[in-house]
């Protein structure tokens, strides 16, 4: 596609409920990261993948929450038993093989009541 | 660990006032440096990246310069449509490929 294209665009859920995020990346893009931006505060790296591989998880920031990547392309992001500090808007990005200019899609905003 | 800080938080210019954007950073060794625009409901989009002290790069009315410690994103003559908030982020050589540490931003209103 044109962009990064990521659904829901919204998401309201209840605490203890588990979610699902997508994230389309750019056709022939190889590598997907995901990122977290909490209101007021920087980007935070989750994962990255390079095809179905995910050479980094370093950022997940519990058992909670795991990815995965599918044909080299789609992405999903899990976030299971979802709290209140989960609340964010989850960015996705991509970018060639080689290449550590990312380009993001408009992301998800997770609301957890 | 990498540690990107920006100043100021928010800066409010006049249309044609021009100022500079600061980037503090700590990194072990630098890969690159990173320059982002966000507009409100969107996700960031690339301006610039920088990898050694001295490089400089110019688009439209931004530009950018680096230092070994801080990196500055100077706005000449600014016009209400560069009203975004403007990211600063690093990688450092340890890092894997696209792990960026990015700073909280500078929000920037240019009011006509």
């Known amino acids: 596609g044109a962009g990064v294209s990521q659904s829901p665009s919204n998401k309201v859920t209840e605490k203890g409920k588990d979610v699902e995020l997508r994230c389309d990346p750019i056709s022939g893009h190889t590598a997907l990261y995901w990122y977290r931006q909490s209101l007021g505060q920087g980007l935070e790296f989750l994962i990255y993948?390079?095809?179905?591989?995910?050479?980094?998880k370093s950022g997940l920031p519990s058992d909670r929450f795991s990815a995965e990547r599918t044909g080299g392309s789609v992405s999903t992001l899990t976030i299971q038993r979802t709290q209140q500090e989960d609340s964010a808007v989850y960015l996705c990005?991509?970018?060639?093989?080689?290449?550590?200019?990312?380009?993001f899609g408009a992301g998800s905003r997770l609301t957890v009541l | 660990e990498d540690q990107v800080t920006q100043s100021p938080e928010a800066l409010r210019l006049q249309e044609g006032e021009s100022s500079s954007l600061n980037c503090s950073y700590t990194?072990?060794?630098?890969?690159?440096l990173f320059w982002y625009r966000q507009d409100p409901g969107k996700g960031p989009e690339f301006l610039f990246t920088?990898?050694?002290a001295g490089e400089e790069k110019e688009k439209e009315r931004l530009k950018a310069t680096l230092t070994k410690k801080e990196s500055f994103l100077h706005i000449t003559a600014p016009k209400p449509e560069d009203s975004a908030t403007y990211l600063c982020a690093v990688q450092g050589t340890t890092d894997s490929w696209g792990k960026l540490q990015f700073g909280a931003g500078t929000q920037v209103v240019v009011t006509p």
């Open positions: 993948f390079q095809g179905n591989s995910a050479p980094d």
């Open positions: 990005a991509s970018s060639r093989s080689g290449a550590n200019v990312l380009t």
């Open positions: 920088l990898y050694s």
């Open positions: 990194v072990s060794g630098l890969r690159g």
